[in-house]
């Protein structure tokens, strides 16, 4: 079956800009994950939803980054008025039940720019 | 706190030599292990996993060791081709209360296979 996908595969914006990334998960995969990652480095946890509530938001750096997943299936990933730092690949994952021993398949990325 | 570390930042290999790569971790509590592979481009793509009560797995061409007594976790790439080129990851699951879903990565290793 289909993978985790993502969308735009890439994104360019201005600095103060509002963007949305999206995730759509394998199919049937309660849980869904977000990292980031910047160039060189592993991958950053940023929050995890079970379903449509978030388990884990504690890895969202500031106020600017907000996810949601309205019907446990999809989510978005908003960051409101951009700056140059938050310039990285945004990955999701997914994962069918979410325990710890749970394995996570990630999508091919969502690279965003700010300039 | 939580860190994976590699020894290693890159790693040479001829084709038909075996490859492994080291990861060092810290915390005590974590009881999942996986090793990812990422292409240039292209989201981690997972390859074999360990749990903590196991202390080696095998897979078609890799074998992953983990020894709890050193926080060491290693992987072996068994006949490596050019096609094994990219650069790995380890990243533990520390099975802790609310942040069961979360995934650390470290810094990972460049692997490339030349002929």
């Known amino acids: 079956g289909a993978g985790v996908s993502q969308t735009p595969s890439n994104k360019v914006t201005e600095k103060g800009k509002y963007v949305e990334l999206r995730c759509d998960p394998i199919?049937?995969?309660?849980?869904l994950y977000w990292y980031r990652q910047s160039l060189g480095q592993g991958p950053e946890f940023l929050i995890y939803?079970?379903?449509?509530?978030?388990?884990?938001d504690s890895g969202l750096p500031n106020d600017r980054f907000f996810a949601v997943r309205p019907e446990g299936s999809v989510s978005t990933l908003k960051i409101q008025r951009t700056e140059r730092g938050d310039s990285a690949v945004y990955l999701c994952?997914?994962?069918?039940?979410?325990?710890?021993?749970?394995?996570?398949?990630f999508g091919p990325g969502t690279r965003l720019t700010v300039l | 706190g939580e860190s994976v570390g590699l020894h290693l930042p890159t790693l040479s290999v001829q084709e038909g030599d075996n490859s492994i790569i080291n990861c060092a971790y810290s915390n005590s509590a974590s009881d999942y292990f996986i090793w990812y592979k990422q292409e240039s481009g292209k989201g981690p793509q997972f390859i074999i996993d360990i749990r903590s009560n196991m202390d080696k797995r095998q897979g078609q061409r890799v074998t992953v060791l983990l020894n709890k007594t050193v926080k060491h976790l290693s992987l072996q790439i068994a006949a490596t081709q050019p096609g094994d080129s990219a650069v790995y990851f380890c990243a533990e699951n520390v099975n802790r209360g609310s942040t069961l879903g979360r995934l650390y990565f470290g810094r990972g290793t460049q692997l490339t296979v030349w002929p």
């Open positions: 939803f079970q379903g449509t509530g978030a388990a884990d």
């Open positions: 199919s049937g995969h309660t849980a």
């Open positions: 994952a997914s994962s069918l039940f979410g325990t710890s021993t749970d394995t996570q398949y």
